[in-house]
Every structure is written in C-alpha cells, then in structure tokens.
C-alpha cells in the first residue's frame, strides 16, 4: 500500500518533472489516434495520449449502450469521449471552460464527421436544460488555485471549488435515470471530494477501478443521498 509520503513524492515529481517534459512537448499541435478516431490535440489541451483517465474512461463506456442515448460530457478537452460517444449513437453535447479546449472539439468533431453539440461553459452555467442520460466528468483535482487557462485542466482550486461548484449545480441537471461518472486518480483527495458531495446531499459509489503504474484510478458513479 502507497503512503501519504510516497504519494506526496509522486505529486512533487508530477509537477517538477513529468507536467513541465509534457508542457514542453505539448507546446506544439499534435496528433493522436485512437481506434478509428483520429484527432488533433492544440497546445495547452489536455493531451487524451499522455494521462491514464480519458483512456480509461472510453474503455469503460465501450460497455454501455449509448444508441439513443443524450450525453454530457464536462471538461471535454480534444472532444475525443464525446466523439467517440456520437460514433456509438448518442445525441452528445461537449462542453468545456476553456475557449482553446472549445476551438479544438469544434475541429476534432469536423474532422470525424461527429455530430456532437459543443458548448463553451463552466461547468453547468451555459448547459442546456435537457434530460441527459449520461454525464461523464474527467474533473481536475489537484489542490491549487490556476492561474492560466490551461491549469484549469488540472487544479480545482485551494479549497476544492471546482467540486463545491460541481455539487452545487448538479441537482438542477439530473432527473431519477440520470447516470452521472466520474473519474477520480488516487492521487486526488478523494476524502475531502466525497466530503463535499454528502454536503450536497450526493454520495459517490466505486464502479470500476484500474491500478496502472503503481496509480489507482476509480470510476465513480454520483448518486443523491
């Protein structure tokens, strides 16, 4: 089992070593496939390629019949699960914070002849009031404040406003068959998020997790309490 001083480590080495190789790299257009899917991903959007989450997520949905299916992706990135949600027959709406990540969905579904409505919102402010029957969010959870647009992909501010804010909103998006996922690394304070969803009234039930490189990752289904 890790302890909290290996994971302190592993977030020091994180940020001083792998985010600033990443950022290096990233700082130009890159491509990146995935099965028959083909994007590209712009400089300061979370590459799909370089983290675990986004992966493990569309291995997951890859079970789920989303034919017919309305769909909510938050903090779409590339827009690559939304895509892939449309390829699978789900009425898909992409919606991210920032106004680049927006940009990039926009030409990532063009290039994919994916039909998928994309947003440019916080969270749930500019949503659509629809029924969805899916709401998959790969949120960020470091505990830091961003002070680019680009960080918002990772840190949730210093006291964990991203999720206040998340929580906060949900109930006026979620109707009784409203499935809602989340992905979670082991290296978040999943304590203090789970903390934040009972203040809500929402409890988080593990419904898959996936150990990769010493980093557990857990699949998260958000229920009302």
């Known amino acids: 089992m890790t ?3 290996d994971k302190s480590i592993i977030r ?11 950022e290096k790299y990233l700082s130009k257009e890159r491509n990146y496939r995935y099965k028959d899917i083909s994007i590209v991903v712009f400089p300061g959007v979370f590459h799909p390629g370089f983290y675990f989450s986004t992966k493990i997520l569309l291995r997951f949905i890859e079970g789920i019949d989303l034919k017919e299916k309305y769909i909510l992706e938050l903090g779409a990135g590339t827009g690559l699960i939304s895509i892939y949600a449309a390829k699978k027959g789900g009425f898909v709406t992409a919606s991210d914070i920032s ?5 990039n969905i926009e030409k990532n579904t063009r290039m994919n002849d994916a039909n998928v409505e994309v ?3 916080d969270l749930f402010d500019k949503t659509p009031q629809r029924r969805f029957d899916y ?8 505990q830091k404040s961003p002070s680019t647009e ?11 406003q991203y999720f206040r804010r998340l929580f906060s909103q949900l109930g006026n998006h979620i109707l009784e068959n409203t499935t809602v996922f ?12 789970k903390s934040i969803a009972e203040d809500f009234r929402f409890k988080l039930d593990e419904t898959y997790h996936e150990k990769i490189w010493g980093e557990q990752n857990y699949i998260y289904s958000i229920k009302s309490l």
């Open 12 to 22: 020091n080495f994180i940020f001083r070593i792998l985010y600033p190789l990443s």
């Open 182 to 193: 989340m992905i979670l690394s082991d290296e978040a304070n999943i304590g203090m998020i």
């Open 99 to 103: 106004e680049k990540a927006v940009q």
């Open 150 to 160: 680009k960080e918002l992909a990772w840190l949730c501010g210093d006291d964990f």
């Open 119 to 121: 947003i440019h919102s």
């Open 3 to 5: 302890s909290k001083k």
């Open 135 to 142: 709401i998959l969010i790969n949120p960020p959870y470091y």
